[in-house]
């Protein structure tokens, strides 16, 4: 008996692996969905499998079910998915109900949803249906995989990550005042596109008014295929030019400023209270907006403002370049536990576990 249940759990585990790894084919495409993956076994043979693509589109329950040749395989099949099914109507219809109408008996789930409207619910429509439904399978691994989406729907706040390259003896730029004197370049070809890979991955880029001014960033995704991230400003007098890429419509932008009745075509102008502090001002809006993650690139005097009050991620760059003297680095008193050697370059990072 013993025996078995080892094998079962083996066998559940195996499926729930290759659940995970689809899933991870959606990152960076299906935000504020999760990640999720779906693999249909019958007989211990795998008929199906999907994920979820795209946001909008169909989840990773429903593209399996499509995958799934002959379909009067279902009824003595089980379903693994890494995310509870949802059970209401979003913009399309529940997956539960989809697993329900076509008869799929056995339903192994890694982890709950933590969003409000599905957690539990999706469980509860299945087994009040007669579904057989088995929870926790790799759950941790789950949890992981979704691990921003997780964290903006328990903490009400999103998912903050930090991102700055830095020379060999610890400076981000030399000292300038003018924008017509260019940055110094830190960064590689190769890690500018890891770069902008994290940016199509991420739902918000923010910038110091200083960047702004001094570097004029775009803040798009241009050097790796995906979208662009809604770009954060805090300009509390409109300092910055509307001849400021922020202002091209390229991406949505968001501008924090105190001018009242400020307008712009491509620019949405978010009025701030002057007695609450500024980054909760503008975590709280991003929640609102459903915004799950948010990137910030610099400057130095945000980066430090952020590290302050605490974030979920950084993620530094350390150059071999010397500069000798200029805008000191942001100190990171968390431990950078994880190291990337990559070009010339070395990554390291801090996760907030």
Not at 237 to 262: D, E, M, R, W
């Amino acid at each position: 008996m013993i025996k078995k249940q080892i094998i079962e759990q083996a066998e559940a585990e195996k499926y729930m692996a290759r659940c995970i790894q689809l899933a991870r084919c959606g990152e960076g495409n299906v935000s504020p969905n999760p990640m999720v993956g779906a693999v249909i076994v019958h007989n211990h043979k795998i008929i199906g499998e999907g994920y979820h693509r795209k946001c909008g589109e169909a989840h990773a329950e429903v593209n399996a079910v499509a995958s799934v040749k002959d379909k009067s395989l279902l009824a003595a099949a089980t379903i693994y998915v890494s995310l509870e099914p949802c059970s209401h109507y979003g913009k399309t219809p529940p997956c539960s109900l989809l697993i329900i109408e076509h008869k799929i008996p056995k339903v192994v789930i890694a982890t709950l949803d933590p969003f409000p409207e599905v957690s539990g619910r999706g469980v509860k429509m299945l087994r009040e249906a007669g579904v057989e439904v088995i929870v926790g399978i790799l759950e941790q691994e789950a949890q992981v995989l979704n691990k921003r989406f997780f964290w903006f729907h328990t903490q009400k706040q999103p998912f903050v990550i930090l991102k700055w390259a830095e020379s060999a003896d610890g400076f981000i730029d030399k000292h300038r005042d003018t924008s017509d004197v260019p940055p110094v370049q830190l960064s590689t070809a190769v890690t500018r596109r890891r770069v902008h890979k994290l940016r199509a991955e991420v739902d918000a880029i923010m910038v110091g008014r200083r960047t702004a001014r001094l570097d004029c960033p775009s803040l798009t995704t241009r050097h790796w295929e995906g979208k662009n991230p809604t770009r954060i400003l805090v300009d509390r007098n409109l300092s910055i030019p509307q001849t400021s890429p922020l202002y091209n419509g390229a991406a949505p932008t968001l501008i924090f400023t105190t001018v009242p009745h400020a307008t712009h075509p491509n620019v949405e102008f978010i009025q701030l209270n002057e007695t609450d502090p500024i980054i909760e001002q503008v975590k709280a809006v991003l929640y609102r907006k459903n915004l799950h993650t948010l990137m910030v690139e610099g400057g130095a005097l945000l980066l430090n403002a952020f590290l302050e009050i605490g974030v979920n991620e950084v993620r530094v760059e350390r150059s071999t370049k010397i500069i000798g003297a200029g805008v000191v680095a942001p100190s990171v008193a968390y431990p950078l536990d994880r190291i990337v050697q990559e070009d010339d370059s070395t990554y390291y990072f801090y996760e907030n576990k």
